[in-house]
């Protein structure tokens, strides 16, 4: 990202933020916007917020804003409005998470902005060394997620519903339409271990330990943070986005084998490590597709193909 375009995007942060305070405090003043951090859509800012109390004394309120790196589609407009929705949504369950605060969604200057409140705390280490367990905070993330009865929620939230097994046909034939042929066989194994035709759960799509802040100094549970990728959907789906098919999840031996067991510990209903390796080998099949539309280089390619060879032999070996 260029000087020019990050000064563009931190005035776009500290507009929308400016704006969203003035909506509820008009005496209120902002801090200088400051970088937070980034992904595949959104840059965010972090900002400090002087609110005058009914008593004359002043709190401070931190907001990220989270700008669009680029214009978006009607379709990803409306993708972050259901995220409103959904986090506005969740907000009214028993949750043992916590959850930001959506104060605004506003177009300013031609890129979308989602200013939301800060959660404090510091993201969760990827690693198992050192004693630190991150399997066991996002299992239990996760298994509260699944669990949660959405019957009755409407489409407006959580999008069509679908159901387990309609979403894993639904992913291998986004997939299966640009396979090289050298993934027929991973294709026939995802059709051979189809989950059953049960109502799918709530999948917040992109559990990695980033989106996830612990050790709040008020000693708060987790929270979850970035809900872009929010669906309807099969289980194992959430469990794969972290694990990405790689041998040694977490760094740790047994990182695949700790998570489930974690996951299972607090879910009533398991999933195993076939589960798991169905959605790792669409992820992984996938991934490559996206390589292929960015025109990667044929090395690039060629080795996201040894990678899902290589996945499928292992997942074959947890079917016996």
Same mark, same amino acid.
């Not at 612990?214 to 789906?237: R, S």
């Given at each position: 990202m260029g000087r020019r375009h990050a000064r563009f995007l931190r005035a776009v942060a500290r507009r929308a933020a400016d704006q969203a305070l003035r909506d509820r405090a008009r005496s209120a003043r902002l801090g200088q916007a400051r970088f937070l951090g980034e992904g595949l859509d959104y840059v965010a800012y972090l900002m400090d917020a002087e609110l005058p109390g009914a008593d004359g004394s002043e709190g401070v309120l931190q907001l990220v804003a989270r700008v669009a790196r680029r214009g978006m589609s009607a379709a990803e407009k409306e993708r972050a409005r259901r995220e409103v929705r959904l986090l506005e949504r969740l907000g009214r369950e028993a949750l043992p998470f916590r959850l930001p605060a959506v104060l605004s969604l506003e177009e300013v200057e031609g890129r979308l902005v989602m200013v939301q409140t800060a959660c404090h705390g510091i993201p969760l280490r990827p690693r198992g060394d050192a004693g630190a367990h991150p399997w066991e905070v996002i299992a239990e993330v996760a298994a509260s997620l699944h669990g949660l009865d959405i019957e009755g929620w409407s489409q407006d939230v959580? *999008?069509?519903? !679908?159901? !387990? +097994?309609?979403?894993? &046909? $639904?992913?291998?034939?986004?997939? $299966? #339409?640009?396979?090289?042929?050298?993934?027929?066989?991973? /294709? *026939?194994?995802?059709?051979?271990?189809?989950?059953?035709? @049960?109502? *799918?759960?709530? &999948?917040?799509?992109? &559990?990695?330990?980033?989106?996830?802040?612990?050790?709040?100094?008020? %000693?708060?549970?987790?929270?979850?943070?970035?809900?872009?990728?929010?669906?309807?959907?099969?289980?194992?789906?959430? &469990?794969?986005?972290?694990? =990405? %098919?790689? +041998? =040694?999840?977490?760094?740790?031996?047994?990182? +695949?084998?700790?998570?489930?067991? $974690?996951?299972? $510990?607090?879910?009533?209903?398991?999933?195993?490590?076939?589960?798991?390796?169905?959605?790792?080998?669409? /992820? !992984?099949?996938? /991934?490559?597709?996206?390589?292929?539309?960015? !025109?990667?280089?044929?090395? #690039? =390619? #060629?080795?996201?193909? +040894?990678?899902?060879? *290589?996945?499928?032999? @292992?997942? @074959?070996?947890?079917?016996y």
């Open positions: 959580i *999008g069509p519903g !679908r159901g !387990r +097994r309609e979403h894993v &046909l $639904a992913r291998r034939a986004d997939v $299966a #339409e640009e396979a090289p042929a050298e993934f027929d066989a991973a /294709l *026939g194994f995802v059709e051979e271990h189809l989950p059953a035709e @049960r109502p *799918g759960v709530l &999948l917040h799509g992109d &559990l990695l330990p980033q989106n996830i802040r612990v050790d709040a100094p008020e %000693g708060d549970p987790p929270a979850v943070l970035d809900w872009t990728y929010a669906t309807y959907g099969d289980p194992a789906h959430d &469990l794969a986005v972290v694990t =990405r %098919g790689v +041998r =040694r999840p977490f760094g740790v031996d047994e990182g +695949r084998k700790l998570l489930l067991e $974690a996951y299972n $510990a607090s879910s009533a209903e398991p999933i195993t490590l076939v589960d798991l390796s169905v959605h790792e080998l669409l /992820l !992984r099949m996938g /991934l490559h597709a996206q390589l292929a539309a960015d !025109r990667a280089s044929e090395a #690039e =390619r #060629e080795q996201a193909v +040894r990678f899902v060879e *290589g996945l499928l032999r @292992r997942a @074959r070996e947890h079917t």
